[in-house]
């Protein structure tokens, strides 16, 4: 028909044709690839006309081709964004690594903010041995990550408590296809401020999959991991982290924090002196540095490290505290008259403070005890536990129900039925008992045995235990003794296996057997015996009112909440003797009782009688206990570095005339110490 044209030759109007095309990209790409060759033959040359045959082309699996007319649309195009995303898309899909990079390279560059583009660089970074810029480009990825506005939400959502609309959220985006390292990351403190761990462990894992060089997930993965005390897995987490190519000193005092929980002192020292030689203007890791030399017996270095401390921060508590807790060291009058000034400059209504007041209380109260002005001293301790116990909590009465329990599950009759049962390794010694009780004199002379290995209080069984409880706590079982009484062989085989394995880590040398010093494990002999049936306890006690008043004079780093109230230390002391009472009458002889007086008065007899409860041969070494180099961590790693003396046992006496609560709470267990109370 004269005049007609067909729809082949019929002009085409880009603004109504691409958008048309690119609808069918995905669906129907051979139709899409002849839409826009016929577009491109009445608008030659037309940018995305082309692109969107070169996706067409690359969903037909035609990935050469879209390939070589990507790159030279990329050399034409140079600032098109699209362009080189689908020239990276391309290369991909055609295994071509060096072009895929090459457009990564050049899209980032030109457009820095787009987080999954940095991502897909490093990913393609790290698969051509490019190691240090895919980690690079992970850390480009993670900051260009922070100003996405669902990322933000969520962040906020997190820091207003709003946790569950926070978790909403994301998991809203990862089902649109945008789930993402950091998204993944922030999914995991949401559920760790949950308080659960194992989903905030499991999202940092697949945070750290999708993006290795993600060091922020990593630090925070390391103190998950830390909290769970897998340690072995925070000093392999650590050892990456170290290597980042952003420098970081906060890296490297994380791995020190790492090699120090699994008692790798020396290591952490040079750490620390390291990060001192950079900048030495840092009075917390002066104080680190100085923990650290205590514990390996390097006393004169320990004591100048604190001094650098305070003389940088003069209101810092715990260096002061640490100072004074040196046994071996003293303060004068010009420190005593520095800690007051300091303690003047700090109000007494600031939270932010409250732990340099407690502190520097502390602080004074010893050294005004070594000064021999009791009373001064008496009120510096005073306050300073109050200070304290206003700040943990302790629930007397809990506790002590609790311990009740345990005495009326491990009876006789009880015991009799268990039969056979836990992992049969004799490995640990148990030495418990209330801290300040003689039991660090106990593990260092059996640590120097040549068939005995010191280890670290480990909170292996405590967790155990813990884990346990909370099957009653949260009805599983009505009371601890049935849920005891559950446990079938081989769960006790499989308990005692798991505290082997996960002590594992601490164990340096080839010795046979090793010490578990946590003092706090009397309270679990019965567990220890029915899923460590060969493991040996050792019971460290000391007169109830020099150990609880040592207990109480002294601020420890953590836990024993119960020691900042002279009536609540004296109900845990009679907790604690009543129960080894009870599984003493249950199982005579399966605990070995040290009195302290006694290895103080007669310590070869004592070392002697000791040695034959845990079948090991009398070596002179245990008496020479004070040459042994072996790093100790608890207050008294000082006084086992020296023979044993006598002037400490009736330091309470100074206090007499304060103590009264103390003797009134302990009632009848003074009178009749060692013997234990009658059942």
């Known amino acids: 028909m004269t005049g007609s044209t067909t729809e082949a030759t019929r002009p085409v109007s880009p603004a109504s044709a691409l958008p048309r095309i690119a609808a069918l990209v995905g669906s129907a790409p051979a139709r899409a690839l002849a839409e826009a060759e016929n577009l491109l033959q009445t608008a030659p040359g037309l940018g995305p006309a082309e692109l969107l045959a070169c996706q ?13 007319r990507l790159e030279t649309l990329a050399r034409r195009d140079t600032r098109v964004p699209a362009v ?18 090459s457009a990564l390279e050049r899209l980032t560059a030109l457009q820095p903010g787009i987080s999954h583009g940095w991502f897909l660089l490093a990913s393609e970074l790290r698969k051509a041995g490019r190691a240090e ?69 499991d999202y ?30 925070a000093r392999r987490e650590a050892e990456i982290l170290v290597e980042s190519p952003l420098e970081n000193p906060a890296h490297r005092l994380l791995l020190a924090s790492v090699l120090v929980r699994l008692g790798e002192h020396e290591r952490a020292r040079d750490l620390y002196r390291g990060l001192l030689d950079l900048k030495a203007d840092q009075p917390q890791l002066w104080q680190n540095l100085g923990h650290v030399l205590k514990t390996l017996g390097e ?41 007051e000034a300091a303690l ?26 070594d000064a021999k002005d009791y009373a001064a001293s008496f009120r510096h301790y005073d306050q300073g536990n109050r200070l304290r116990r206003a700040r943990v909590p302790h629930d007397p009465e809990g506790f002590s129900a609790e311990v009740a329990a345990t005495a009326q599950t491990f009876t006789a009759p009880f015991l009799s039925t268990q039969g056979d049962g836990g992992c049969p390794a004799p490995d640990p010694i148990f030495v418990v008992g209330l801290p300040r009780s003689g039991s660090t004199l106990v593990e260092q002379i059996l640590s120097s045995h040549s068939q005995v290995e010191g280890t670290l209080e480990l909170p292996d069984m405590m967790i155990i235990a813990s884990r346990l409880q909370a099957r009653v706590d949260e009805g599983e079982f009505p009371d601890f003794k049935t849920m005891i009484a559950s446990l079938t062989p081989r769960d006790r085989v499989r308990l005692g296996e798991e505290y082997l394995e996960g002590t594992r880590v601490h164990r340096k040398s080839d010795a046979p057997l090793f010490i578990d010093k946590m003092p706090n494990n009397w309270q679990h002999v019965g567990l220890i015996r029915t899923i460590l049936p060969n493991a040996k306890i050792v019971d460290a006690r000391r007169h109830p009112m020099s150990c609880c008043f040592s207990g109480w004079k002294q601020h420890f780093a953590r836990g024993q909440t119960f020691t900042y109230d002279l009536a609540e230390i004296a109900r845990y002391y009679r907790d604690y003797v009543g129960l080894m009472a009870a599984y003493d009458a249950a199982a005579p002889g399966a605990v070995h009782r ?75 267990i003074e009178a009749i110490y060692p013997q234990p109370p009658a059942r």
């Not at 034959?612 to 180099?629: M, R």
């Open 56 to 68: 067409a082309l690359r969903q037909l699996g035609r990935t050469q081709e879209a390939l070589s």
């Open 84 to 101: 080189l995303w689908e020239l990276a898309q391309t290369a991909l899909a055609a295994n071509a690594s060096t072009a895929a990079i």
């Open 133 to 201: 810029d895919a980690w690079r480009a992970d850390i480009s990825g993670v900051h260009a990550s922070a100003g996405d506005p669902e990322l933000v939400d969520a962040a906020l959502a997190m820091n207003e408590g709003r946790l569950d609309e926070g978790i909403a959220l994301l998991e809203a985006r990862a089902a649109r296809g945008g789930e993402d390292a950091p998204s993944l990351r922030l999914l995991g403190e949401l559920h760790w401020r949950k308080g659960d761990m194992s989903k905030a462990l």
């Open 204 to 233: 940092c894992g697949r945070a750290l999959e999708r993006a290795p060089g993600f060091d922020l997930a990593r630090d925070f993965r390391i103190r998950l991991l830390l909290q769970t005390n897998r340690l072995d897995e």
């Open 299 to 339: 006393q004169a270095e320990a004591i100048a490290a604190y001094r650098e401390a305070v003389a940088r921060q003069p209101s810092m508590g715990e260096a002061w505290w640490s100072l004074a807790n040196l046994k071996t060291a003293r303060l004068g009058a010009e420190d005593i008259a520095a800690m």
């Open 344 to 369: 003047a400059t700090l109000p007494e209504d600031s939270d932010e403070h409250a732990e340099d007041r407690f502190h520097l209380h502390f602080a004074l109260g010893k050294a005004l005890e």
């Open 594 to 668: 040290v009195i302290y007086e006694d290895m103080v008065h007669s310590t070869e007899a004592e070392i002697r009688r000791l040695l034959a409860y845990l079948d090991l041969p009398f070596e002179e070494a245990c008496l020479q206990f004070h040459t042994n180099a072996r790093a100790v961590r608890t207050a008294s790693s000082e006084q086992v570095r020296q023979p044993i003396f006598t002037t400490g046992l009736d330091a309470w006496t100074h206090y007499a005339p304060w103590l009264g609560p103390l003797a009134e709470a302990l009632g009848p």
